[in-house]
Structures are given as C-alpha cells and as structure tokens.
C-alpha cells in the first residue's frame, strides 16, 4: 500500500473521473493493470488506464451481461462460454442459474485472472467448481477450437477494441461465434460508452449485422462508469426482446428491467443508423 493521492481515469485530453485511492497492485504485462482502492468504490480494477469495474457496482454489469440474455433463451441454459471475464463476475452469476451443466472460459490474460483471484474474491464465481474449464487462451483461437452448435450462451466480457481485444469485434469472430451458438442461443458483447466513444459502437454494431440476422442494442448505466454502458447482443433466431421466457432475480437485474435495456434514445438510434452509412 501507498498513501493516498488523486488518480485520475482520462476520458479525454480535457476531461476525466479522478478518485482519491491507495495504489494496491500496478505492473505492465499484457495490458497495465493497476488495482486502487478508494473509500467510497472500494477496490477496483484499471486495465491500460480505464476503469473496468469497483467493487461497489459491479454487479449492474455483470447481471446485465448474464442475466438478460439468459432470459432470451426458450429453456434454461445448460452449457455457455465466455470470452474474457477473468475477475470472474460473469463466472458468479452464470453459478447461480441452476440448469447450468458447463462452463468453457477463454481468458487471455493470466495476471489479470491471479490478482482478481487475490484482491477481488469476493465478487468472483467458483473456479473449483466441476463444470468449469478455464483455459488461459485468445479468444477467437479458442472459438475455432470449439465445436459448432455446442452453447446456449456466448458471453464476451472484454476490454474496448484495442490491444489484445481488438480481434474480438471483427468480422472473424462474430462468424466463428455464429458458428458455436445453438440454433436459439444468445450472443452478448460490452460495446463501450456511446457518448464518449461513439467509434465502438459505430463500428462494431454494421459488422456483427453482416453475421448475425438478428442484432440489438441495449444499454445500462453503471455509476462508476459515469455514463450508460452498450452491448451488443444478437442470436440466429427473432427473439421476444422484451419480454423474458426465464426468469432471474439478482441485486440489480429483474424481468420487469428488459423493456428499459431495449429503449435507446435518438441520439444512440441515430449513431447506429450513421453506423449503416459511413
């Protein structure tokens, strides 16, 4: 531990979030990581600058990401994969459905894994448990090395789309992710702040429409984040977006939420309607 000081997470040249933190963990591998730890967010995790998730709202995001496209599916899901998520939030939730038979995990980023396992244990799932394989590996090399039609969810809990994520918003990787998801399964991306970084959004969501026929965007706000979070979410088949066949119950997440994921304000509906016109 350090004394405290002002950190400041950089937005743009001119503008940023600054927390008052103690520095826990700092080193540069594949990504920097650095851990901080503030009275009011507790600890949290910072990959290449960014803030991914503090302790005390976390859970928003990954109920999000799990919990809505698990109430898509026609039965409870039995078999997922999830690409990244190495703090193991999405890992923890997923533990929770009950009809979950297994869980394949492709993390890129072994020392991100071994210090969520150290300082954020708390809010991670059950790496002993039977039904998880874990393996340190790229994502896309681990979607070509997977069977076609094996899952019911795909899960991508990544970074933006640069460094080691940027081949997980390609055209490559929406086809292979096409190809391993069960004819009714559900596909689940982060896609950034549209109102900061607009480009995510704007580029990823006309290259995953080239795969998927069906593809929606949703939104969250995570207070940490200061601002509404997008993902990406699409599937092989129509989908009644709105109103879940399964039903989950967490902290943030519950049925009556799925109408408010799906209602984007015009100046997101006009970015993905630019997004089809560059």
């Known amino acids: 531990m350090t004394g405290q000081f002002w950190w400041r997470e950089k937005i743009f040249k001119d503008f940023g979030h600054s927390y008052l933190v103690e520095l826990v963990f700092e080193e540069r591998a594949i990504q920097k990581i650095q851990i901080l730890k503030n009275p009011s967010w507790g600890y949290f995790l910072v990959l290449d600058g960014i803030v991914q998730f503090t302790e005390k709202d976390e859970y928003i995001y990954h109920e999000t990401i799990t919990l809505l496209p698990a109430s898509l599916l026609p039965s409870p899901p039995e078999e997922v994969i999830i690409i990244g998520g190495g ?19 492709f993390e890129i980023d072994k020392l991100v894994f071994e210090l969520s396992q150290k300082y954020f244990y708390n809010i991670s799932g059950d790496y002993n448990d039977s039904r998880v394989d874990f393996i340190i590996k790229d994502g896309l090399m681990g979607l070509k090395e997977s069977m ?57 969501y006309p290259v995953i429409k080239k795969v998927f026929p069906y593809v929606k965007v949703i939104r969250t706000y995570v207070p940490c984040y200061g601002e509404e979070i997008a993902f990406l979410i699409a599937s ?28 984007l304000s015009a100046n997101w509906l006009n970015l993905l309607e630019t997004s089809n016109n560059p």
């Open 148 to 204: 076609s039609e094996s899952f019911d969810l795909l899960i991508v809990d990544c970074t933006d789309p640069v460094g080691p994520a940027k081949s997980l918003y390609t055209e490559e990787f929406y086809k292979e992710s096409f190809r391993v998801l069960k004819p009714f399964g559900v596909f689940i991306q982060q896609a950034s702040l549209p109102i900061y970084f607009p480009k995510v959004l704007k580029e990823a």
């Open 87 to 105: 703090d193991g939030g999405v890992l923890r939730e997923l533990q929770k459905i009950p009809s979950i038979k297994k869980i394949l995990q």
């Open 236 to 263: 092989k088949e129509e989908k009644p977006w709105i109103q879940p066949l399964q039903t989950y119950y967490g902290k943030y997440y519950h049925p009556q939420l799925n109408p408010y994921y799906f209602s």
